[in-house]
């Protein structure tokens, strides 16, 4: 199993969870998020005064997938995210130890599936 956490723009959202669901996720977590990467942050103006945002908006999803659905939830983020300009976000995989469906009581792979 794999922990899929992938940071977005927010007006990309609606399809990044079009397509993970069609690549066969079954369930995603959905955070509000602020951070900033390479483009440390951008200038607005507001009533005629500058001033620096250094913190973006973005979301951060987290999707529990077994092994042999990463590549294609993985594929389908990159492909619904992309913008082809600075900020579209970042995709990390990482190991996942176990999971357990608290109503039912199973565990690791019948947990996170439908």
């Given amino acids: 199993m794999k922990l899929i956490i992938a940071i977005i723009k927010p007006s990309r959202l609606d399809a990044v969870l079009d397509a993970v669901t069609e690549a066969g996720a079954s369930g995603v977590t959905v955070t509000e998020v602020r951070g900033y990467g390479r483009q440390k942050g951008k200038t607005e103006v507001y009533r005629g005064a500058e001033y620096e945002v250094?913190?973006?908006?973005?979301?951060?999803?987290?999707?529990?997938?077994?092994?042999d659905l990463v590549g294609r939830v993985t594929e389908a983020i990159v492909k619904?995210?992309?913008?082809?300009?600075?900020?579209?976000?970042?995709?990390?995989?990482?190991?996942?130890?176990?999971?357990?469906?608290?109503?039912?009581?199973?565990?690791?792979?019948e947990a996170i599936t439908g």
């Fill in 54 to 67: 250094k913190l973006l908006p973005k979301v951060k999803l987290e999707i529990a997938a077994p092994r």
């Fill in 80 to 109: 619904a995210a992309n913008t082809s300009k600075i900020g579209d976000g970042k995709v990390f995989v990482l190991d996942l130890e176990s999971a357990l469906r608290i109503r039912t009581g199973e565990t690791d792979a």
